[in-house]
């Protein structure tokens, strides 16, 4: 096996049980992260992609449970963990991050103190520190997310702080203690244009810098296009196109895809151009065909919903992943 | 059509609330079949045969003056229940018309119910309706009149805060482009969206002034004896106790604790369907 | 003439600190009185079938500006002159009976927030007809479902509560309820941030079908430059509560002269441009807008081109041209 591989979910499958029955939310969700990486999961609501990452950091809600598949993290099988070491591993090499980061702030405690937190928990084996140092190493943090006035900041608390400076506390915090993996899921959504943009370097730039992998899981592909060097697209749970940013943007090859990127507004694109996706997201309580887009698919054959469809290579790129049988 | 199954859902999952729901419907069929399911005339007194043990004839005994015990019972379900339901409607009226004026116009009507509010809940509550019916006189509709007044304060708080979340929601400036009046927005646009927790807080309180209307009694006031009611009831009981006719106290006490509890199942019960929040 | 709604030198200060009671002028405290400036000073006209986009970032004054323009709120000074009429100077709480309430109506942000949860989808379009065009029974029945129509609401979905609703179902209902009264100026408040682009695609033609048919002229608000793009004639860039520059729309995206509009602009993606493209970025927060400082410019703080005369005289927007911008140092 190919030791650059740092996250590989394979044929990961999720089922919620609801008042109506069970809903398959992911069906065989593979997918690859190297070391140092940046892939994007992109998807419009209800696609399974914030699912996937809770199901990998094994912080599902009660109600979902794993039906099949494997997240091996450096060699190791996530879901085989005991939780005591999951937890241990959350915050230490996997670190997230979510949209809305005020509500993720604990409201009543100084950030400088929620930064020591993940500290304390997670260093107190080797060498325990001292306030001083913790302190120190708080401030060092909020310095390395380029808050302006750091040691003045340590004492704020997260209502004197604006969106964006928020969700670079948000970062401090998860990047405390120097993980493997950042999972971002929407991180930028509900902030301002031009404090997207400064978020979205800061967290390349931190990544580049520690030789961490970042997973973003995001609705807007422009975002993907700039930040990330691999783009997973799902729709419904499933994979449908793994590619590089390149390869995809120049020639997306599943239909899905090639019309998400037709109706997101763009310069060049004209209102009568813009194109838009028949029909629904297919509900997921019922049985599903083996290609979940199948029922919206202007390209649909009846070979398409076949047994067996998987993410395979096309055959002049083999990085360019594809769960379609009739691609454009 | 879907909305019915929904709540049949419901009740099954919470069968608590379900069992509350039955006893509570039998209690409503009793109040108002009462005067037919009687055996005895619960006035009639028969100085012969007084203070017997419950029997197959008197299922629950008979008092010091002979009068069938179960048959006072049944009819005090009539009064303690019609008295809790009179107190509630009627507070819950007032508490919501002010409450939603309060939380909706803000500023000096605001101030004025709020302070008023605070006055009614300085008093001790019980000692507070005592001193309405003794000044107001014993009678069925002052009981009614002392309860509502002493129950008045929740309401107006529940709805207050209810309307002055409500009332930042986008649907009010919605309407408010639609050409809705202040009064109109408040009434036909804001209370219905109040109803759910104002409903869970009257079948709360409903048992809460239950025991308020017998508790009056008991005390000497509000219902005079011989009306069957429970409270009086348990009062004139209560001296017979230490003799051992245990009977003429406690099948009126059961039967207020019977409906009470159904009441505040009910009341959690409801809390629990209608707020998903709380729903697991 | 063609003119449909003329703002004039229009400003809103929120007050913010509360008058002083009876004790504090007793005890003859000091008190001093901050305001906020939500909306400071802004003029634009709005032509008839024309759509303007409103753009800026969060606290920027938009919001109040839509509210000051829909009547909800009062204006600190400043004139709104709508069909001829200063609609301005009648106090927002009269204005539900005013003859004018039914041609400004707005699409709101949140199709979830705007629908009340208590009404059907017919309800909710049949309000503003049965407040303002008194149409009652079979008359309400026919132009409900001929509205719905309009917008491509399926008649099947008229009796059913918003939480039975899709996204861009309740979209629709919101659109059908804001054409209703057959406006002559409608807001859109960022009506398609809640969705997903394939659902966003279809309503962005929708907006754009009614206004030609209807011959709506739009007040479109977004943060997505993208979108006001496809749909607006013009565009007006808001920072702090002042227009700082605004023009035909494709004039802007090539050429913006305001740096904050090159900032904003180049803060957008294009995943077709090929590579990275070079980013100018925004350092620090936007300031607050409490009791600015009347001479400094409100985006000196952040202005990658800033200049010490940018602190000491505030810039105005030209008064001339039709692509106006408000700073002292645009390259033309």
């Known amino acids: 096996m190919n030791t650059n591989v740092l996250l590989q979910v394979q044929d990961l499958s999720v089922a919620f049980a609801t008042r109506h029955g069970q809903v398959a939310v992911l069906d065989k969700v593979n997918l690859t992260l190297h070391k140092g990486e940046t892939l994007a999961i992109v998807g419009e609501s209800g696609s399974g992609k914030s699912v996937t990452s809770f199901a990998a950091l094994g912080i599902l809600d009660p109600a979902g449970k794993v039906t099949h598949g494997r997240v091996i993290f450096d060699g190791r099988n996530l879901l085989d963990l005991p939780p005591a070491e999951m937890r241990k591993l959350r915050g230490r090499e996997l670190a997230m991050i979510f949209q809305n980061p005020r509500s993720a702030l604990n409201p009543i405690r100084k950030v400088g103190h929620q930064i020591e937190d993940v500290l304390t928990a997670h260093n107190s084996l080797s060498h325990p520190l001292t306030r001083k140092e913790k302190k120190a190493a708080a401030i060092a943090q909020l310095e390395a997310v380029k808050i302006t006035d750091p040691a003045r900041r340590y004492n704020a608390y997260p209502y004197e702080l604006s969106g964006g400076m928020c969700q670079r506390v948000m970062i401090a915090i998860a990047l405390a203690c120097k993980p493997r993996l950042l999972i971002a899921d929407e991180p930028t959504t509900g902030l301002d244009v031009t404090t997207q943009v400064v978020i979205m370097d800061l967290i390349q730039e931190l990544a580049a810098a520690n030789n961490m992998a970042t997973l973003l899981i995001t609705h807007d592909l422009g975002l993907a296009a700039d930040y990330c060097s691999r783009v997973a697209v799902m729709h419904a749970g499933q994979v449908l196109e793994d590619a590089p940013v390149a390869s995809l943007f120049r020639a997306a090859r599943h239909p899905y895809t090639a019309r998400l990127m037709a109706a997101t507004p763009q310069p060049g694109i004209t209102l009568e151009r813009l194109a838009f996706i028949p029909g629904q997201l297919p509900d997921l309580r019922e049985a599903q065909p083996p290609c979940r887009f199948s029922s919206r698919c202007d390209r649909y054959r009846p070979e398409c919903n076949a047994p067996g469809l998987t993410l395979v290579s096309r055959p002049e790129n083999a990085s360019h992943l594809i769960a379609c049988r009739n691609p454009l | 059509m879907k909305r019915s199954l929904e709540w049949r859902y419901l009740l099954l999952q919470n069968p608590l609330t379900l069992a509350a729901l039955v006893v509570f419907i039998l209690v409503v069929l009793c109040a108002i079949f009462a005067p037919w399911l009687t055996p005895y005339d619960p006035f009639a007194s028969d100085t012969a045969n007084s203070l017997q043990a419950p029997s197959a004839a008197h299922w629950f005994g008979t008092d010091q003056l002979g009068r069938d015990m179960f048959s006072r019972v049944l009819m005090g379900t009539r009064m303690d229940l019609g008295i809790a339901i009179a107190a509630v409607f009627l507070a819950a009226a007032i508490g919501t018309f002010l409450g939603a004026c309060a939380g909706f116009y803000g500023g000096y009507v605001d101030t004025a119910v709020g302070r008023g509010v605070d006055i009614i809940m300085a008093f001790p509550l019980f000692v507070l309706a005592m001193a309405i019916v003794a000044a107001l006189g014993n009678s069925v509709a002052n009981v009614v009149y002392a309860s509502a007044i002493i129950n008045m304060p929740f309401y107006v708080r529940v709805v207050r805060s209810e309307i002055l979340v409500l009332k930042g929601a986008g649907f009010v400036e919605a309407a408010r482009l639609c050409g809705n009046s202040n009064s109109r927005i408040l009434w036909s646009q804001l209370l219905p969206n109040v109803s759910a927790p104002l409903v869970v807080q009257m079948s709360l309180n409903m048992g809460w002034s239950m025991l308020n209307a017998a508790s009056l009694s008991f005390v000497g006031l509000g219902i005079r004896p011989p009306s069957p009611e429970w409270g009086i009831m348990v009062a004139e009981g209560a001296q017979y106790i230490i003799s051992g006719q245990w009977w003429v106290a406690l099948f009126p006490g059961l039967a207020l604790t019977l409906v009470v509890l159904c009441f505040n199942l009910l009341g959690d019960g409801l809390r629990d369907i209608i707020d998903p929040r709380r729903r697991t | ?332």
């Not at chain 3, 029945?141 to 939480?163: D, F, G, M, W």
């Not at chain 3, 009506?191 to 030609?212: E, F, G, H, M, W």
């Not at chain 3, 900032?263 to 294009?270: F, I, R």
Request: with cysteine; proline share 6%; charged share 25%.
């Open chain 3, 1 to 332: 003439m063609n003119r449909l709604l003329k703002i004039e030198q229009l400003t809103k200060h929120f007050p913010l600190s509360r008058p002083q009671n009876v004790l504090q002028r007793w005890a003859k405290l000091p008190h001093k009185s901050s305001h906020l400036y939500a909306v400071d000073d802004v003029s634009f006209t709005l032509d008839r079938g024309e759509s303007l986009g409103l753009v800026g970032e969060s606290g920027c004054g938009k919001s109040t500006l839509v509210r000051l323009v829909t009547r909800l709120l009062d204006p600190s000074s400043g004139h709104i002159i709508f069909n001829d009429r200063h609609i301005g100077d009648v106090p927002a709480n009269e204005f539900a009976l005013h003859p004018e309430r039914a041609k400004i109506q707005q699409i709101f942000q949140d199709p979830t927030d705007s629908l009340n949860p208590r009404f059907t989808a017919f309800d909710c379009i049949a309000d503003p007809l049965r407040q303002l065009a008194k149409l009652h029974g079979e008359a309400l029945q026919t132009r409900v479902e001929k509205i719905a129509e309009q917008v491509s609401l399926p008649l099947t979905l008229l009796n059913r509560y918003p939480h039975q609703l899709s996204g861009g179902q309740k979209l629709r209902v919101g659109i059908a309820r804001g054409i209703a009264l057959q406006p002559a100026l409608l807001i859109l408040d960022e009506p398609t941030s809640a969705l997903d682009v394939s659902v966003q695609a279809v309503i962005l033609k929708l907006l754009d079908k009614l206004r030609r048919e209807l011959n709506l002229s739009y007040l479109f608000v977004s943060h997505d430059l993208n979108v006001v793009r496809l749909l607006c004639d013009r565009v007006m860039v808001m920072y702090l509560g002042k227009v700082v520059e605004t023009g035909p729309v494709e004039e802007i995206f090539q050429r913006p002269r305001h740096p904050y509009t090159k900032a904003l602009l180049a803060a957008v993606s294009h995943y077709d441009a090929g590579g990275q493209v070079q980013r100018i970025r925004l350092q620090g927060e936007l300031p607050s807008p409490v009791d600015p400082d009347a001479n400094t410019c409100r985006f000196y703080g952040r202005c990658p081109i800033r200049e010490k005369r940018c602190m000491e005289k505030m810039p105005e927007l030209e008064t001339s041209g039709d692509h106006r911008a408000a700073c002292h140092l645009m390259q033309d």
